[in-house]
């Protein structure tokens, strides 16, 4: 089994370490990944409302939270994955304005939610690449015109990004990461 440390990398829970529970399906986005992508989004982060899918360590989300934003939903679908990720929220002494955590599946969650997002963080399992494509159906008209799209996917899958635009993006090692923005001139 993999040792999988898992810290917050800045802000307010610097150096906070993540418990990790049923490591087998988790794979959590490393220290260096999350650095690069916060450097990219900058002191924007600052009170977006922030979606965290396929949560797994909730690492992403509360890097976020961590670093000011002003509210993580975590959605994971798998029960005791989203009883750790609860579990933190009580750690970190977060209140349920700030992180709320969903066990649910993500894209049948997303048909019902109806809430536009600042920035979401889209990093599903490698294994089912169709989860992309529905994923960012989906999110299509849910993030806000300014909002960014975290992707992260094999590097040896690629994905379309329509209608989004790909802002940013950069590989480590097996892992391609994007942020994707709205395509202001698709016609939907």
Same mark, same amino acid.
């Given at each position: 089994m993999l040792n999988h440390k898992v810290r917050i990398v800045a802000g307010r829970f610097k150096g906070h370490r993540l418990k990790l529970i049923d490591? #087998?399906?988790?794979?959590?986005? +490393? &220290? !260096?990944?999350?650095?690069? $992508?916060?450097?990219?989004? @900058?002191?924007?982060?600052?009170?977006? !409302? $922030?979606? &965290?899918?396929? %949560?797994g360590s909730g690492a992403l989300g509360f890097e976020a939270l961590s670093? @000011? %934003? +002003? #509210? $993580?939903t975590f959605i994971e679908k798998h029960t005791k994955i989203a009883t750790q990720i609860k579990d933190t929220c009580h750690r970190l002494d977060l209140s349920a304005h700030e992180a709320e955590v969903i066990c649910r599946n993500c894209v049948s969650w997303l048909k019902q939610d109806d809430q536009v997002w600042d920035l979401v963080f889209v990093d599903p399992p490698f294994t089912d690449s169709n989860l992309y494509a529905k994923v960012l159906n989906e999110l299509h008209n849910r993030v806000s015109t300014l909002g960014l799209i975290y992707l992260e996917h094999s590097k040896r899958t690629p994905i379309d990004t329509h209608p989004y635009t790909v802002w940013k993006e950069a590989t480590v090692g097996e892992v391609k990461f994007s942020l994707l923005s709205l395509d202001t001139d698709s016609n939907g």
């Open positions: 490591q #087998k399906r988790l794979r959590p986005t +490393s &220290d !260096r990944v999350r650095e690069t $992508v916060f450097n990219w989004i @900058g002191p924007n982060i600052t009170s977006m !409302r $922030v979606l &965290d899918l396929f %949560a670093r @000011g %934003a +002003s #509210k $993580v």
